[in-house]
C-alpha cells in the first residue's frame, strides 16, 4: 500500500476527527457539522471531490460488499473499521509528537486487535455512530428551523442502536451496514465520476445546483441494501451466527 493511498485515507478520516482543534468541544462541534450532511451539502461535495482515484475506488469496492453482504461478513468488515478508526485515532495522537505514519499505523493494528475479541463492543460503537448520523440529519429534516440542536438527535440516535445492538443484533448490523455501506458507494463513486473530463463539469453543476441529491442516493442506496440484505433477518434462513456471539 502506497504511501499516497495513507495520506488520501487519513485525509478522509482527520475532518470528521478534527484534529487540529483538540478533543475537545471544538471538536465535538466540527464532528456534527460533518455528519449532518443536509444542513452541510457543499461540505460533502467537497470531501467527495478531494478523494484520489485509489481511495475512491477503495470505498465504492468496500460500501459494495457492505451493501450487498454486510452482514454476511459483518466480523471482517468491523475488524476493517476498526482499522481505519485506529489510524485516524494514531495520526490525531502523532500530532503531538510530528505526523508519524508509524504511529497511525501502530495505533490502527491495536485497534483492530482489541476489537477481535471483544466484536460485539465494536459493533455497538460502531452501530452508535451510524445512529447518530442517521438521527442527527432526521431531526435536521424534521426541525431545520432548530439545526443548532442537532446533536440531541445525533445522541438519541447513538444511544439507539448502541444499545439495540445487543437486543436486535441481526436488525441493527443489517441496519448500520446498509447505512455505512450506502455513504462509502454512493461517495466513492461519485469521486470516481469526477475523475472523468467528460463527465466533471455536468456533474459538479448538477451538485451544486441539487445540493441534496447525493443525501437521496445515500437513502436509496441503503434502502435497496437492506432490503438485499432482508432474508439475513429470517431466523429461519441460512445465515451465520447471531453478531453478539463470540
Not at 462541534?29 to 482515484?53: G, N
Not at 448520523?133 to 431545520?144: D, E, H, K, Q
Amino acid at each position: 500500500m502506497t504511501l499516497s493511498f495513507h495520506t488520501d485515507v487519513l485525509a478522509l478520516i482527520r475532518p470528521a476527527l478534527a484534529v487540529e482543534n483538540g478533543l475537545g468541544g471544538e471538536t465535538f462541534r466540527e464532528l456534527l457539522t460533518r455528519f449532518d450532511i443536509l444542513a452541510e451539502p457543499q461540505l460533502l461535495i467537497q470531501t467527495i471531490d478531494s478523494l484520489s482515484v485509489i481511495v475512491a475506488a477503495a470505498l465504492t469496492v468496500t460500501g459494495g460488499v457492505c451493501l450487498l453482504k454486510g452482514f454476511r461478513w459483518h466480523k471482517a468488515i468491523v475488524l476493517v473499521l476498526a482499522l481505519l478508526g485506529g489510524i485516524g485515532l494514531g495520526y490525531a495522537m502523532s500530532l503531538s509528537m510530528g505526523r508519524s505514519m508509524v504511529i497511525a499505523l501502530a495505533v490502527g493494528l491495536l485497534c483492530a486487535t482489541l476489537a477481535a475479541p471483544m466484536l460485539k463492543w465494536t459493533i455497538a460503537i460502531l452501530a452508535g455512530i451510524v445512529g447518530a448520523f442517521v438521527g442527527m440529519n432526521i431531526w435536521g429534516l424534521l426541525s431545520p428551523e432548530h439545526s443548532s440542536q442537532a446533536w440531541a438527535g445525533a445522541g438519541m440516535g447513538f444511544i439507539t442502536l448502541a444499545l439495540g445492538s445487543f437486543l436486535l443484533s441481526r436488525l441493527v448490523v443489517t441496519f448500520f451496514m446498509s447505512v455505512s455501506g450506502a455513504v462509502l458507494f454512493i461517495g466513492g463513486s461519485i469521486s470516481l465520476l469526477l475523475r472523468l473530463d467528460a463527465l466533471r463539469e455536468p456533474i459538479m453543476q448538477h451538485l451544486h445546483e441539487v445540493p441534496r441529491m447525493i443525501p437521496l442516493l445515500i437513502a436509496v442506496a441503503a434502502t435497496i441494501g437492506f432490503v438485499i440484505q432482508r432474508p439475513s433477518l429470517d431466523g429461519g434462513a441460512e445465515t451465520e451466527a447471531e453478531p453478539s456471539e463470540q
